[in-house]
């Protein structure tokens, strides 16, 4: 039955060849997994399929397979050559390391902007290049007035956040930072609170999605200002459990993924230029663990 029903769609053309095969693919693809789990509250679900929306193409695919072969031979290239495509005895003896640097849009383009616009707020935020391309701003006005869609009980915030690194073939690419103790950044705020989150996802289920912050408070005016952070001041918020001082995962082998976010519940305009994000190896700064810890039953 069902080769007859093909066999006739493909005589009836390419409109008929379709119909056909949605009478007798629909129970499949309608089925709930196949519609995004997200939506905002208040809206109604997206009931178009995923599959309805993909685009399929061979030229695409030819290109992007090019394209990630060609990030595998310079992968194997610098493994052949070291530790993070480097001489072992220079990864050994690195003291810093630039990981993010804003000279142009392409340095813009491994970021992500967000507001809680996705959750039906009314707060803007904007990135772009500083002035003579140099550093990134961002900018935008925050509103903390509540959406009223009977759901959401808080609403302003702002937050800029680095895309997750990628080896060929979308593969997570885990950083080593073992070798440094501190984040360094050059930045010029408006005097505002911003908080400096570390997103991981380490090898072991039990600690994905921690959640590492550390407040910032910029001091404002027309000079920039250098920020050391030392990992030990992060605090872990995810769960309620307490960062390990003795070997933290999150530096050792994590998918990590840096973000700046504000919410410091004042309505108004704000902005912050950052230069650059790197990182340090600070030989004077011994504290292993910034916070009390307590022992459990």
């Not at 959750?119 to 959406?147: F, W």
């Not at 404002?220 to 200002?225: D, I, L, R, S, T």
């Not at 230029?273 to 004077?284: K, Y």
């Amino acid at each position: 039955m069902t080769m007859m029903l093909l066999n006739g769609a493909s005589l009836r053309g390419g409109c008929c060849r379709h119909k056909t095969l949605l009478q007798l693919l629909g129970p499949l693809l309608n089925r709930s997994e196949l519609y995004s789990s997200y939506r905002r509250p208040g809206a109604e679900p997206e009931k178009k399929t995923l599959w309805q929306n993909a685009d399929f193409s061979f030229k695409k695919g030819f290109d992007v397979l090019k394209t990630q072969l060609s990030f595998l031979k310079e992968e194997t290239k610098n493994h052949l050559i070291g530790p993070e495509g480097q001489p072992f005895s220079q990864y050994m003896l690195e003291q810093t390391r630039v990981v993010w640097q804003f000279r142009s849009q392409e340095d813009l383009n491994k970021w992500v902007i967000s507001s809680d616009v996705e959750i039906g707020g009314k707060s803007e935020v904007y990135l772009r290049l500083g002035r003579n391309n140099q550093g990134a701003l961002l900018y935008g006005t925050l509103n903390t007035e509540v959406p009223r869609d009977g759901e959401t009980k808080y609403s302003g915030y702002c937050s800029m956040r680095a895309k997750p690194p990628l080896r060929s073939f979308r593969r997570k690419k885990y950083y080593d930072w073992s070798n440094f103790n501190s984040l360094y950044l050059r930045v010029r705020g408006d005097g505002r609170p911003w908080m400096v989150n570390i997103y991981t996802d380490p090898y072991f289920s039990h600690q994905k999605d921690d959640l590492y912050n550390y407040f910032m408070f910029t001091r404002g005016g027309p000079y920039w200002e250098e920020i050391k952070i030392p990992f030990s001041k992060f605090f872990l918020s995810s769960r309620g459990r307490v960062q390990d001082s003795q070997h933290p995962i999150w530096l050792d082998k994590a998918n990590s993924t840096l973000g700046f976010t504000i919410g410091d519940k004042v309505d108004g305009p704000f902005q912050l230029e950052i230069d650059f994000i790197g990182l340090l190896n600070d030989r004077a700064h011994t504290e292993e663990f910034a916070y009390e810890t307590y022992d459990k039953n």
